[in-house]
């Protein structure tokens, strides 16, 4: 009877170790179920615009690109974010709060050459540019700070705060967008290269004037 008995329970168990298996799913299993991820586009671009400039300023004289590194350059290079159907200011750009005047890395300028914004002298280097929003004006900001988070403003790094002109779009902008807009000279014009650097985002336009030298 005893024996009879084992063989009982030894049975039960080896069968319910088989049913047991078979409920655990197998590796090959596992493995297939496992799908790789899908690619996602990032909620902003990255853009960058430049001047040309044929010449370069070196010893003091305008010298011709010929034999030197190619020619002078104005450029503006930022994180392009989109308006994705919000209402861009006083909302996702807050009122009276500096502005990273893009998305993630803070706007960076880039001048081979001196140059003048609005009215304020900026020598030839590279700078990280913000704006200031208000319900009255904007003012471009022209920082000393190089390669930073586009939220670690530090005003006591300020080189200029230039006036902007801003007009209301008929049609908004989908996305952030800067312009270095050139003004046509003959080549017997003795004006230094110059135009207008404008800005805009939703149906705000911002702009203000740049040149070559003082």
Same mark, same amino acid.
């Given at each position: 009877?005893?024996?009879?008995?084992?063989?009982?329970?030894?049975?039960?168990?080896?069968?319910?170790?088989?049913?047991?298996?078979?409920?655990?799913?197998?590796?090959?299993?596992?493995?297939?179920?496992?799908? &790789?991820?899908? &690619?996602?586009?990032?909620?902003?671009?990255?853009?960058? #615009?430049?001047?040309?400039?044929?010449?370069?300023?070196?010893?003091?004289?305008?010298?011709?690109?010929?034999?030197?590194?190619g020619p002078a350059r104005i450029s503006i290079t930022y994180g392009q974010p989109h308006a994705r159907g919000r209402?861009?200011?006083?909302?996702?750009?807050?009122?009276d709060s500096v502005w990273r005047t893009g998305a993630n890395q803070a706007t960076q300028l880039a001048t081979e050459?001196?140059?003048?914004?609005?009215?304020?002298?900026? &020598?030839?280097?590279?700078?990280?540019?913000?704006?200031? &929003?208000?319900?009255?004006?904007?003012?471009?900001? #022209?920082?000393?700070q190089v390669l930073i988070w586009g939220t670690e403003y530090d005003p006591a790094q300020d080189l200029a705060r230039?006036?902007?002109?801003?007009?209301?779009?008929?049609?908004?902008?989908?996305?952030?967008?800067?312009?270095?807009?050139?003004?046509?000279?003959?080549? +017997?014009?003795?004006?230094?290269?110059?135009?207008?650097?404008?800005?805009?985002?939703?149906?705000?336009?911002?702009? +203000?004037?740049?040149?070559?030298?003082?």
């Amino acid at each position: 009877m005893s024996t009879l008995r084992y063989i009982v329970i030894a049975s039960l168990t080896i069968a319910g170790a088989q049913l047991g298996a078979q409920g655990q799913p197998t590796t090959a299993t596992s493995a297939q179920q496992q799908r &790789p991820a899908v &690619p996602r586009a990032a909620q902003s671009s990255r853009a960058s #615009v430049e001047a040309i400039i044929d010449r370069r300023w070196l010893n003091n004289q305008w010298m011709a690109t010929g034999g030197i590194a190619g020619p002078a350059r104005i450029s503006i290079t930022y994180g392009q974010p989109h308006a994705r159907g919000r209402n861009v200011f006083g909302t996702v750009v807050p009122w009276d709060s500096v502005w990273r005047t893009g998305a993630n890395q803070a706007t960076q300028l880039a001048t081979e050459l001196d140059i003048t914004l609005g009215t304020a002298f900026i &020598p030839r280097g590279i700078y990280s540019l913000f704006t200031l &929003p208000t319900r009255t004006g904007w003012k471009l900001i #022209v920082s000393r700070q190089v390669l930073i988070w586009g939220t670690e403003y530090d005003p006591a790094q300020d080189l200029a705060r230039i006036d902007l002109r801003s007009r209301t779009l008929a049609e908004p902008i989908e996305s952030l967008t800067f312009w270095i807009v050139p003004v046509p000279e003959p080549q +017997t014009s003795q004006t230094l290269p110059h135009g207008t650097l404008k800005l805009a985002w939703g149906n705000l336009e911002l702009s +203000t004037s740049w040149r070559v030298g003082r």
